[in-house]
């Protein structure tokens, strides 16, 4: 086999799996669906005894409430995400009295709602390799300041460090803490958590921050 034809067949093999981790992000938001419907039908009869009429349709949207009465939907394993995490952002107040939830993981329901949308209505081939990483980082925080520990999250862990090693050319990488650049950000204060960076030493491989740390005169990031 020449040197030609081994480049192509490895930037084949590098396309199918890229094909293959795509397709895996939808999977997740079906898994995070089954697992978080099981979590409402635990918790809101807690917090009202008419949960259903108190905290469920008032949640949903006309096209939503439409559907529970023309298919006489009863119960929360019937519905969708898109639906679930309606009723987690408009019963938030009511959440937060009962779990030690912080503000940010009302963010974060509020992009998985962007997240699932997306999925669902776009080619999974027109959405970029950074975009999936950040959904998936997302969907993980979110899912773990829910449930705490839960296989999914491990899961979507271990997914996201794939995507780093395929960003790098199959490279195992590990957390350090470095001087980074921009990378498709308005300026450096534009990055956070979840942001795919390229680093100053090395500026062809692809990092992702895990924490910002703030100092004098300039931030540091923990890259993974």
Same mark, same amino acid.
């Given at each position: ?23 895996? #992000?939808? *999977? ?8 978080? *419907? ?36 009863? *119960? ?69 300041? #829910? ?8 899961? #979507? ?34 990055? *956070? ?32």
């Amino acid at each position: 086999m020449t040197e030609k034809s081994h480049g192509n067949e490895k930037k084949m093999m590098q396309k199918n799996e890229m094909s293959n981790f795509r397709s895996q #992000i939808p *999977s997740f938001l079906q898994e995070a669906t089954v697992l978080l *419907s099981s979590w409402l039908t635990q918790t809101l009869p807690a917090i009202s005894e008419s949960w259903w009429s108190e905290l469920v349709v008032p949640s949903l949207s006309f096209q939503q409430k439409e559907r529970v009465e023309r298919n006489r939907l009863d *119960s929360i394993e019937q519905f969708d995400l898109a639906a679930l995490l309606r009723i987690l952002d408009r019963n938030w107040y009511f959440f937060v009295e009962k779990f030690p939830w912080e503000q940010q993981l009302r963010n974060y329901i509020k992009e998985v709602q962007t997240i699932r949308n997306k999925w669902a209505h776009t080619d999974s081939c027109m959405i970029a390799h950074d975009d999936a990483y950040r959904d998936c980082d997302t969907l993980e925080r979110m899912l773990s300041s #829910i449930l705490g520990d839960n296989p999914l999250s491990s899961k #979507i862990a271990e997914f996201k460090k794939r995507l780093i090693e395929q960003s790098n050319g199959d490279e195992p990488s590990n957390p350090v803490s470095t001087p980074v650049v921009a990378k498709h950000y308005e300026g450096i204060e534009a990055i *956070s958590p979840g942001s795919m960076i390229t680093v100053k030493s090395c500026p062809g491989k692809i990092g992702v921050v895990v924490e910002k740390k703030a100092q004098s005169p300039e931030n540091r990031y923990v890259v993974f």
